[in-house]
């Protein structure tokens, strides 16, 4: 037996609440540094800044259409068996018509979203006219205002438009151009190292028979946490030795700023990872064992400022790690809370939700939604990949709750990009 397994005692837990190891994470982790990025590749980045409009939007009144300008009360008595026929001031160029002051009698041709005259109040769309030559002819009156954006409707200059800590979407991107930022101020976004503990592990698809297994978990992490803004720098299989586990993870830190690892955080004698890392890097700040189900045997330490999280193999742990921890994590590095923030519906639901055993943890149960109802999904057990495939949602039970009856309404949580809300035809 490996020099790292002296007997369980080495491995003994000792759990602490989910926001015990939150509080860990806010005394020793930091947002990562500002940094500007051109605007049109900051999509997935978090803003580092509040933006406020530069000026007002629109800068001027402009045309909802493509039509002319007018001034109502030129119109009041049009209609069809007497139009009101007005002269059309043709040397206007329709983008810059705001250089001229529209007389009584007059019209001028506008385009979408250009400025309308000076005097002029309204605009008649073209299809709502007759032209003949440089006379127009109008058949309704209409009100001022009429297919006219004002001036600082949209936003008043240095009216706050998004918060520092919003995430940038393809809408923020637009956004941000439409109000005149070139580039933004943004956190660095952080950068994830993600280890695969295992000697049985190899990066293919399982085969029936086989005593190896993919490191598939690694990819579930990657891919979610690159939505979630990280950079993965590295995602690689070690094998279940002490020495190798901590070189692999001291090098690394030294340029990523979160090492995950997966595996081997248990109390077996293949289990390594905890205590290897434990022994070797010596970490002033460390815990062993978190208060979620699945997932209590979650660990980790801050080694030079920089998190290594410990994250279980059970495909069920892994997933609350990642939705309770690493996520969080990521998120807090870009300036965000820590708190776990996610999409959710009030649901009814369909039977008891039963807690009997780990009365002082988090716990997350795994969802079928339905017609604004919900049904937990039979759990066997942390291995299980069924209930998480089969579900559209979780919730989460707070400590101290053992029971949430039949009826009950409760908060079905959604994880982008894993969980997709059900999904209705518009039309």
């Known amino acids: 037996m490996h020099r790292y397994f002296n007997g369980v005692r080495d491995k003994e837990y000792r759990r602490i609440s989910l926001p015990e190891l939150y509080e860990i994470f806010r005394k020793n982790v930091r947002a990562l540094e500002?940094?500007?990025?051109?605007?049109r590749n900051a999509l997935g980045y978090v803003l580092a800044e509040?933006?406020?409009?530069?000026?007002?939007?629109?800068?001027?009144?402009?045309?909802?259409?493509d039509g002319f300008a007018v001034?109502?009360?030129?119109?009041?008595?049009?209609?069809?068996?007497?139009?009101?026929?007005?002269?059309?001031?043709?040397?206007?160029?329709?983008?810059?018509?705001?250089?001229?002051?529209?007389?009584?009698?007059?019209?001028?041709?506008?385009?979408?979203?250009?400025?309308?005259?000076?005097g002029a109040n309204a605009v008649v769309p073209v299809e709502d006219v007759e032209v003949k030559g440089d006379r127009i002819l109008f058949t309704?009156?209409?009100?001022?205002?009429?297919?006219?954006?004002?001036?600082?409707?949209?936003?008043?200059?240095?009216?706050?438009?998004?918060?520092?800590?919003?995430?940038?979407?393809?809408?923020?991107?637009?956004?941000?151009?439409?109000?005149?930022?070139?580039?933004?101020?943004?956190?660095?976004?952080?950068?994830?190292?993600?280890?695969?503990?295992?000697?049985?592990?190899?990066?293919?698809?399982?085969?029936?028979?086989?005593?190896?297994?993919?490191?598939?978990?690694?990819?579930?992490?990657?891919?979610?946490?690159?939505?979630?803004?990280?950079?993965?720098?590295?995602?690689?299989?070690?094998?279940?030795?002490?020495?190798?586990?901590?070189?692999?993870?001291?090098?690394l830190l030294g340029g990523v700023d979160l090492v995950v690892t997966i595996g081997g955080v248990s109390m077996g004698p293949r289990d390594y990872t905890w205590i290897a890392l434990y022994r070797e890097l010596k970490p002033n700040v460390w815990w062993r064992g978190v208060k979620i189900l699945p997932g209590r045997s979650n660990s980790g330490m801050i080694v030079d400022d920089k998190p290594v999280i410990?994250?279980?193999?059970?495909?069920?742990?892994?997933?609350?790690?990642?939705?309770?921890?690493?996520?969080?994590?990521?998120?807090?590095?870009?300036?965000?809370?820590?708190?776990?923030?996610?999409?959710?519906?009030?649901?009814?639901?369909t039977e008891d939700l039963v807690n009997?055993?780990?009365?002082?943890?988090?716990?997350?149960?795994?969802?079928?939604?339905?017609d604004g109802e919900a049904t937990p999904i039979e759990n066997p057990g942390s291995y299980h990949l069924r209930p998480m495939t089969a579900s559209t949602a979780f919730t989460v039970v707070d400590p101290g709750i053992e029971r949430i009856r039949k009826g009950s309404y409760i908060r079905a949580y959604f994880y982008p990009p894993v969980h997709v809300p059900r999904a209705h035809p518009i039309l």
Do not use: W
């Open 34 to 39: 500002k940094v500007k990025v051109e605007t």
């Open 310 to 349: 410990n994250q279980p193999g059970l495909h069920q742990s892994s997933f609350t790690t990642l939705v309770l921890i690493l996520t969080p994590l990521a998120n807090y590095m870009q300036g965000r809370g820590l708190k776990p923030v996610y999409p959710f519906r009030e649901v009814m639901l």
């Open 71 to 118: 001034n109502a009360s030129d119109l009041v008595y049009a209609s069809k068996h007497t139009p009101v026929v007005l002269k059309l001031v043709k040397s206007i160029d329709p983008r810059r018509a705001d250089s001229y002051k529209l007389r009584r009698g007059e019209t001028v041709f506008v385009e979408t979203g250009y400025p309308i005259p000076e």
């Open 140 to 251: 309704k009156p209409v009100v001022p205002g009429n297919h006219v954006f004002k001036r600082g409707t949209d936003f008043r200059e240095n009216s706050l438009v998004f918060r520092r800590g919003t995430r940038i979407t393809p809408l923020v991107v637009k956004a941000l151009l439409d109000l005149g930022y070139d580039e933004v101020l943004v956190y660095r976004r952080p950068r994830v190292s993600i280890l695969s503990i295992g000697d049985e592990l190899i990066d293919e698809a399982y085969k029936p028979g086989s005593n190896k297994l993919p490191a598939s978990t690694r990819f579930m992490d990657a891919y979610s946490l690159e939505y979630y803004g990280a950079e993965i720098t590295c995602t690689r299989i070690v094998p279940d030795d002490p020495p190798t586990i901590a070189s692999e993870v001291s090098n």
């Open 50 to 65: 509040p933006i406020y409009a530069r000026f007002d939007r629109p800068l001027a009144d402009i045309s909802h259409v």
């Open 356 to 370: 009997s055993r780990y009365i002082d943890h988090y716990r997350i149960h795994f969802l079928e939604l339905r």
